[in-house]
């Protein structure tokens, strides 16, 4: 089935790094491409970052260009995301989520997994 | 960027009552409609992939149609554990845009 548990939340000054991660189980991690999807207090779902299997091709919202960078390491089963720079407005509870990839051998992308959120606060 | 126009941003229903929630996207995106439940403190889960792909184990009052690029998302007959909030998604290009969210509350 398959787990994802977030981790390296916390507070953070404006202008500061967090590095969060994501473990995977219960499933072949190198096999799934994976993103990163945050939420900020009582908003909705903004995609922020998106990996392939092998950790060569990356894509990141406008938002979070040159600030985040997304990783993986397939050898630890482990997701990541770097964030620099933070500002008060990426305050919210990040989430990484699988990508299906493929539906019954066609190209398709789905997030069916989901870890529980780990929460980000930008505050002196 | 596509961009996803969800609607309406929030209903109340009663327990039985058929209940339909839009998605519109602002171009093709080849059926690559996507709809998540999220529920308060917790995180969202799949409930329909490929715009009427119902997700495994979800049950089969909910189900999803299109009509170009117009897609919604049916609650055959409501009921009380549907209390939560839904999220469409595009998931034909990069970035995966999300809409804005519908929250359904049981009257």
């Known amino acids: 089935e398959g787990q994802l548990v977030e981790s390296g939340g916390g507070l953070v000054q404006p202008g500061g790094s967090l590095r969060l991660s994501c473990a995977a189980s219960?499933?072949?991690?190198?096999?799934?491409?994976m993103n990163w999807v945050r939420q900020a207090p009582g908003k909705g779902l903004e995609w922020i970052a998106y990996i392939d299997t092998s950790g060569i091709t990356t894509y990141h919202a406008d938002s979070v260009k040159g600030r985040f960078a997304i990783s993986r390491d397939n050898a630890k089963n482990s997701l990541y995301l770097q964030m620099n720079s933070l500002r008060a407005e990426d305050a919210a509870v990040y989430y990484c989520a699988r990508d299906s990839g493929t539906c019954s051998g066609i190209e398709c992308h789905h997030f069916d997994r989901w870890g529980q959120g780990t929460l980000v606060t930008v505050s002196s | 960027d596509i961009q996803m126009t969800q609607s309406p941003s929030s209903l109340s229903a009663s327990v039985g009552e058929r209940v339909t929630i839009s998605c519109r996207a602002r171009?093709?995106?080849?059926?690559?409609l996507n709809w998540y439940q999220q529920k308060p403190g917790r995180a969202p889960e799949l409930l329909v992939y490929?715009?009427?792909s119902l997700e495994s184990g979800v049950p089969s009052r909910f189900s999803g149609s299109e009509s170009g690029t117009d897609f919604t998302l049916t609650i055959s007959s409501l009921q009380p554990e549907d209390c939560a909030t839904y999220y469409c998604q595009q998931s034909y290009s990069l970035p995966y845009t999300f809409g804005q969210g519908t929250k359904l509350e049981i009257k």
């Open positions: 171009q093709n995106i080849n059926s690559q």
């Open positions: 219960g499933f072949t991690f190198s096999n799934y491409e």
């Open positions: 490929s715009s009427s």
